[in-house]
């Protein structure tokens, strides 16, 4: 089992560097929670339709994963993003620690963990800097993030 659920997980990135995000949903149960620091917690439709979001959107993108693990119950890996933030024009570096759970043979919890702080002096520059440590800056970027994906659903 855990080889499937490695597979799986290997599956999943592998769609990330080629953004199908078709492909990616392809690996999520239709209860899918998802979670990171910028989208906060998503659930069902609403988490793949932000992959599908961000592979249309990507430009300069590209990603690197490793230390793929996984057991009967889920797994993690390790992943990089580098891409270009298109509201500032700035090249982010995203390293990314994510972990799952795994229910026959689909991946129904994702929560992907990165330093805010570091994503935001990269993303956002000097406000970035100066109040990415803070709530209000977090709760900002996470509206927007929201915003964006309400606005990408209505087409």
Sequence with gaps: MSDANSELIT?????FQRLDAEAMVA???DDI???DPAFGTLRGRDAGDMWRMLTTRA????????NVCADDRGGSAHWVATYL???TGRIVVNDIHASFVIRDGKICQH?????FWRWSRQALGTPGLLLGWTPFLHNKVHQQALKGLKAFQRG
């Design 111 to 115: 929560h992907d963990v990165f330093d």
């Design 27 to 29: 690996c999520y149960s």
């Design 85 to 87: 933030f298109s509201q």
């Design 33 to 35: 929670v998802f979670s």
């Design 11 to 15: 599956r999943f990135y592998q769609a």
């Design 59 to 66: 430009k300069e993108f590209s990603l690197t994963f490793d």
